[in-house]
C-alpha cells in the first residue's frame, strides 16, 4: 500500500477521533450533568444540559458520516432531520422519545427563561433511553477495525442490529435487559465511570437509571407530577422591546411578542390543568 492511501487511512480514524471526543465523550458529560439537575429540582439547567448532551450526540453522528454539522449551532431538529435525509438509515425515536425531543427543541437552546417549560417526572426516564438509543449511532458504524475502509454494507447491517435490540426493549422481551447491556459502548465514558464505584460522577449515573447502572432490570420507583415555569417574557409580552434593551431576546420571539400585544386572543374559560406537548410562548 503507497503511502499516500495509508496517510489517508490515518487521517480517517483521526477524524473518528475528533468526533468521538469532541462530541461524544462531551454529550457523555451533558449526559451526566443533566440527571445532577434533574436529581436537585432544576429544571432549567437540566433542560440546557439535555439539549446539550443530545446535540452532541446528533453531531458526532453527523461527523462520523462525514456529513457537516459546523452551521446547525443548538438547533437539534435541524440535526436530527439532516441524520435522516443524509445518511443511508433512518433514526427513529419511540413515541415518548421524539414528545421529550420536540419539547427541548422548541426551546431552541435557551438558557435564559425566554420560553416557558414544563418538565414532566417521566422525562427523566425517557431521556435515559433517548441516550442510550442515541450513543449506539456515535461510533464508526461501518468500519470493523481501524484498518478497514468504510463499507455501507456493514454499516447497515450494524444499524438493523441496533433497531433490533431497540424492539426487544419495546417488546419487553425475555431478553430486554441483555438488550439494554449490549447497546453499552466500548471504551465509553459513560461506562467507564459505571465500571468505577468510586468515581465521583458514578451516583448519578446511575441513580434511578434502567439504562447505565449495575442493577439493570430492576423496578425503579418514582413520584409521578410536573412541574411547569412560565418566562417573565411570557407573563408581560408588553415589556419585551424594554427588556430587549438591556438582555438578548431573538427577534422572532419580538416580533411575536409585538403581534400577541396588538392581537391579544379572546379571553377562555380555563378548566383543569392539562400537560401539554410545548408550554405556548405567550398566554
Not at 179 to 185: D, F, Q, W
Not at 227 to 237: E, G, H, I, Q, Y
Request: overall charge positive; charged content about 30%.
Amino acid at each position: 500500500m503507497n503511502q499516500s492511501v495509508k496517510s489517508s487511512y490515518s487521517d480517517q480514524v483521526r477524524i473518528n477521533d475528533f468526533a468521538i471526543r469532541c462530541f461524544r465523550e462531551i454529550g457523555d458529560g451533558d449526559y451526566v450533568a443533566a440527571r445532577m439537575a434533574f436529581r436537585a429540582g432544576l429544571w432549567s439547567q437540566f433542560l440546557w444540559s439535555a439539549e446539550q448532551a443530545i446535540e452532541k450526540y446528533l453531531k458526532c453522528i453527523l461527523m462520523l458520516n462525514r456529513v457537516p454539522s459546523n452551521d446547525l449551532r443548538h438547533d437539534i431538529k435541524m440535526a436530527l432531520d439532516r441524520v435522516n435525509a443524509k445518511l443511508p438509515f433512518q433514526l427513529q425515536l419511540r413515541k415518548a422519545e421524539q414528545e421529550l425531543f420536540d419539547r427541548v427543541a422548541g426551546l431552541e437552546g435557551d438558557r435564559y427563561l425566554i420560553f416557558s417549560f414544563q418538565i414532566d417526572n417521566r422525562d427523566f426516564f425517557v431521556f435515559d433511553s433517548l441516550v442510550w438509543r442515541l450513543r449506539q449511532y456515535c461510533i464508526p458504524l461501518d468500519l470493523k477495525t481501524v484498518r478497514d475502509k468504510p463499507s455501507k454494507v456493514l454499516l447497515l447491517e450494524r444499524v438493523a442490529i441496533i433497531e433490533a435490540r431497540s424492539q426487544r426493549i419495546l417488546e419487553r422481551s425475555a431478553d430486554a435487559t441483555t438488550a439494554i447491556r449490549e447497546g453499552h459502548l466500548d471504551k465509553g465514558k459513560l461506562e467507564k465511570i459505571l465500571s468505577d464505584k468510586k468515581n465521583p460522577a458514578y451516583a448519578d449515573l446511575v441513580w434511578k437509571n434502567k439504562f447505565f447502572s449495575n442493577m439493570i432490570g430492576r423496578k425503579v420507583r418514582f413520584t409521578n407530577g410536573w412541574s411547569a415555569v412560565n418566562s417573565p417574557l411570557t407573563l408581560s409580552p408588553e415589556l419585551a422591546d424594554e427588556a430587549a434593551k438591556w438582555m438578548y431576546i431573538p427577534k422572532p420571539i419580538l416580533a411575536e411578542a409585538r403581534a400577541y400585544v396588538a392581537n391579544p386572543p379572546k379571553p377562555v374559560k380555563h378548566g383543569p390543568p392539562k400537560l401539554v406537548k410545548k408550554m405556548p410562548r405567550f398566554s
